[in-house]
């Protein structure tokens, strides 16, 4: 209800403004019959505008919600590159000990071999 009232009291509003508009011009000499005539083109282009406002109005708030959902996806994206590259250098670290494990035991073993050739190990 109170969304009819605030649109009835808008359109309230631009008629006292359209009668105010015609009235001024009548009293400044412009005929009746002049005015009668030009109303309709006055109520058309007054709705143009209103038009023109809510769609600039929608337009804003498109480009504030794609600039949000934009935000949210790159963030949400660099998280999930930030994840990668932490696996990926945990990988890299795993492997790494991997290897000086396995060159070290094998250092290890060559060594005995030098040292102690009669033994198995």
Do not use: W
């Not at 009668?36 to 480009?63: F, G, S, Y």
């Amino acid at each position: 209800m109170g969304n009819v009232l605030n649109t009835l009291s808008s359109a309230t509003k631009e008629d006292a403004k359209l009668y105010n508009c015609i009235k001024e011009l009548y009293d400044q000499g412009v005929p009746f019959e002049e005015l009668k005539a030009l109303i309709p083109d006055m109520k058309r282009t007054r709705e143009q505008l209103r038009i023109k406002r809510m769609l600039e109005n929608n337009n804003e708030m498109l480009v504030s919600m794609i600039t949000k959902e934009m935000s949210f996806l790159l963030d949400a994206k660099e998280r999930q590159q930030e994840e990668e590259f932490r696996k990926l250098d945990q990988l890299i670290r795993q492997q790494q000990n991997y290897r000086k494990n396995a060159a070290h035991s094998g250092a290890v073993t060559r060594l005995r071999r030098l040292l102690l050739p009669g033994t198995s190990i």
